[in-house]
C-alpha cells in the first residue's frame, strides 16, 4: 500500500479534466498507452544514454526494459527518454568538455517533462557524474544503474586490461621490446564484450562511487555488463524507484556529507581514478554539499589500497565481481571501523552497513586483507605550493614509490602539440631524474581538460630501461593509466596560473607525504615571469569563435572546484513550470 505524502509531479500534466490534461493524454495515447496508466501511477523517467557511438553503453536498450519491467510490477509506469550520451571512447576533444553540457540535458529534461522519479543508465566514465550531477540539480527520486564492465580481455592467452594494455603496449613499442604487428594484435582482444574498461578506471571508479553514495543497490558497480545478474539488478532497480516515489526517498536524502566521506574512503580502498576527485565535486556542488579538496586528504589519507586491480595491480572486473564486489571492500572497511558513516541511507532504504555487514568476500587475493595491502596508503595526495596554490592531486597506488618525494629538473613543453612533436626527438635534452612539464592542458586550456597527463616517456629514456618520471600538468589521466603523475594543477596555465611560468631547467621538489609542490624560484621571479605574457590570451581566442566552446571557457570552474559552470552549481529543484499551452 502506498505511503505517499506528496502529489505526484506528474499529475500535474495528466491529473486533470481539463483542457491541458486533455491534451497531455491525448499525445501520450498515440503510443498506445490505455487510460488507466495515467491513473494516479508513478511516472518513472529511464534516462538513457545508449549510443552506438558510445560503445560502453551500446547494450543499454536492453539494459532498459528491464528495469521497465520492473517499474510495472511495482505499479508505476516506465517512460524511456534519450540524453546526451558522453561517450569518452570518440568524443573529441574530451568527454569531459561535454559532462556540463549533459548535465543540463538531464536537468531540463527530468525537470520538463511529467517525471515522478528517475532510473539513470550510466556507464561510461562521465555519464556517471553528467546524470548524477543534473538528477541532484533537480533532487527528485533517483536511482543509478551502471551498464558493468566488459570481460577480461585476452591477448597471447592472458588477461589484458582496457586502457590500461594501450598504455603499457605503447611504450613498449616506443622502447623497441615489441613490434607494431604484437601491438595491433591485442587490439580486437581487449575489447571483446558489451561493457566499460573492465579495469579500476573512470568508469568502474564512478560506478563504485555511486553505490559507495548510496545511490544504487548493493552490486551495481561490478557485474560484468554480459552477465545476467546485471538485468536482475535493473529490474529491481525498477521495483525499487516505485518505492523511492511513495517514500519520497529524493536524492537530498541520499547525497550527504557523510556519503562523501564514505565515497571518498571507498576511492583509497579500491585503487579508483583522480577522476573521481573532479567528479564527486562537482555532484555535491548540484546538491548543496560543501566538499573541499582538502577532504580528500581528511577522510582518504592513511587508507590502504585492499583492492588488487589494474591499473595499480594485477586482476580486472571480472575477479573482483566473483571475490564480492564492492559490498566486500566495505564490509571490511567497516569492520576495522574504517567506514566513516556506517549509517549513511541509501536508495534501498537501509543504510550502508545494513547492506553489507553480511557480505561474503570469496578471494583474498583479489579483495586483500587491510593488514596485507596492495598499497599502504593509497588516499589521493592532494599537493600544494607556488606552483599548484589551489591545489593538485597524485594517485599513490599508481605511482612508483621511490619517486613520491623527488626533486628535478624542468622538461617543458608549452602545450599537448608541442609534447607530440618533440618527445621521440633523438636529441630532447631530458634525463631519467628530469620532471616533464606540460602547460594549456587544463579546463579553458584544452576545452575540456583531456586525459593527456600520463605523458609517454621519451624513447631515449624508454631505452634505458626506466618506465616512470614525474609527470606534471594542469591536464587529467585517465582511470586505466599509471605512473608517477602529478594531476589537476591549479589554477591552471591558460588561467594565469603559476605553471604557465614554469621553464626548461627550473627544479621542481615533490613531497606526497607532506602534500608539496614547490617550483624553485623566488616569489618576485615568478610575478615577474607572469607579467610578460599573457597565458589567457590563446583560450580567450577561442571563445570568441562563439558556440559551446565559448560557454565552456567563459563560465567553466577550476579542477579544484569540480569543472562545473559556474551558474550550474547548487539545487534547482522540481518545481513543475507552467503549462506549454
Not at 586482476?315 to 571501523?337: I, N, S, T
Amino acid at each position: 500500500m502506498s505511503d505517499r505524502q506528496r502529489p505526484l509531479r506528474s499529475a500535474e500534466w495528466f491529473g486533470t479534466a481539463d483542457k491541458n490534461g486533455f491534451m497531455y493524454r491525448s499525445w501520450m495515447k498515440n503510443q498506445g498507452i490505455p487510460d488507466h496508466e495515467f491513473q494516479g501511477k508513478p511516472i518513472i523517467g529511464i534516462c538513457n544514454t545508449w549510443s552506438e557511438l558510445t560503445p560502453c553503453n551500446a547494450h543499454f536498450r536492453k539494459l532498459a526494459e528491464h528495469v521497465k519491467q520492473g517499474v510495472l510490477e511495482a505499479g508505476g509506469y516506465p517512460v524511456e527518454f534519450p540524453v546526451f550520451s558522453n561517450g569518452e571512447s570518440n568524443l573529441r576533444p574530451t568527454a569531459m568538455f561535454t559532462r556540463n553540457l549533459a548535465s543540463m540535458d538531464v536537468e531540463e529534461a527530468i525537470r520538463g517533462n511529467p517525471i515522478d522519479a528517475v532510473v539513470l543508465l550510466v556507464g561510461c566514465d562521465k555519464t556517471t557524474p553528467a546524470l548524477l550531477m543534473g538528477a541532484a540539480s533537480c533532487d527528485i527520486p533517483t536511482i543509478v544503474v551502471t551498464g558493468g564492465p566488459m570481460l577480461n580481455g585476452k591477448h597471447k592467452g592472458k588477461d589484458i586490461g582496457s586502457g590500461t594494455v594501450v598504455w603499457k603496449l605503447s611504450e613498449q613499442v616506443k622502447a623497441g621490446e615489441i613490434s607494431l604487428h604484437d601491438f595491433m594484435a591485442a587490439e580486437a582482444g581487449m575489447s571483446r564484450s558489451a561493457g566499460t574498461c573492465n579495469t579500476m578506471g573512470t568508469a568502474s571508479t564512478m560506478a563504485c562511487m555511486a553505490e559507495s553514495l548510496g545511490t544504487s543497490l548493493p552490486h551495481n558497480a561490478a557485474i560484468p555488463a554480459v552477465d545476467s545478474r546485471r538485468y536482475v539488478l535493473a529490474h529491481l532497480s525498477g521495483n525499487r524507484i516505485v518505492e523511492m516515489v511513495n517514500e519520497d526517498l529524493r536524492l537530498s536524502k541520499i547525497l550527504t556529507k557523510e556519503a562523501f566521506d564514505n565515497a571518498i574512503r571507498t576511492n583509497a580502498a579500491i585503487g579508483g581514478s583522480t577522476n573521481a576527485v573532479i567528479h564527486l565535486k562537482a555532484i555535491a556542488g548540484r546538491i548543496g554539499v560543501d566538499l573541499q579538496l582538502d577532504d580528500w586528504s581528511r577522510v582518504g589519507r592513511g587508507t590502504p589500497t585492499v583492492v588488487d586491480l589494474q591499473p595499480s595491480g594485477r586482476f580486472l572486473m571480472e575477479e573482483f565481481y566473483y571475490a564480492g564486489g564492492l559490498p566486500a571492500v566495505l564490509k571490511r572497511l567497516g569492520e576495522a571501523d574504517r567506514l566513516p558513516f556506517k549509517d549513511a541511507l541509501t536508495v534501498n532504504g537501509k543504510t550502508l552497513w545494513e547492506n553489507v555487514k553480511d557480505a561474503p568476500l570469496y578471494n583474498d587475493e583479489v579483495i586483500r586483507p587491510l593488514d596485507n595491502p596492495l598499497t599502504a596508503d593509497g588516499g589521493i595526495c592532494v599537493l600544494r605550493g607556488n606552483l599548484a596554490p589551489n591545489g593538485a592531486v597524485l594517485k599513490p597506488s599508481a605511482a612508483t614509490a621511490e619517486l613520491m618525494q623527488h626533486r628535478g629538473r624542468a622538461v617543458v613543453f608549452e602545450d599537448f602539440d608541442d609534447y607530440k612533436a618533440r618527445i621521440n626527438d633523438p636529441d630532447l635534452e631530458v634525463e631519467a631524474n628530469d620532471i616533464l612539464v606540460m602547460k594549456h592542458c587544463g579546463p579553458r586550456g584544452y576545452h575540456g581538460m583531456a586525459e593527456v597527463g600520463n605523458m609517454g616517456l621519451p624513447p631515449k629514456i624508454l631505452a634505458q630501461g626506466i618506465t616512470d618520471m614525474v609527470r606534471i600538468s594542469d591536464a587529467r589521466m585517465s582511470g586505466t593509466a599509471y605512473g608517477t603523475v602529478v594531476l589537476h594543477v591549479a589554477p591552471e596555465a591558460a588561467a594565469g596560473g603559476p605553471l604557465a611560468a614554469v621553464r626548461n631547467g627550473d627544479w621542481i621538489e615533490l613531497d606526497c607525504a607532506s602534500g608539496r609542490l614547490h617550483l624553485d624560484i623566488s616569489d618576485a621571479e615568478l610575478t615577474a615571469r607572469l607579467a610578460e605574457s599573457d597565458p589567457t590570451e590563446a583560450s580567450t581566442l577561442i571563445a570568441r569563435q562563439g558556440g559551446y566552446r565559448q560557454l565552456y571557457i567563459e563560465h567553466v570552474l577550476q579542477a579544484d572546484e569540480g569543472c562545473d559552470f559556474d551558474f550550474l552549481v547548487g539545487c534547482r529543484g522540481s518545481e513543475v513550470p507552467r503549462h506549454s499551452h
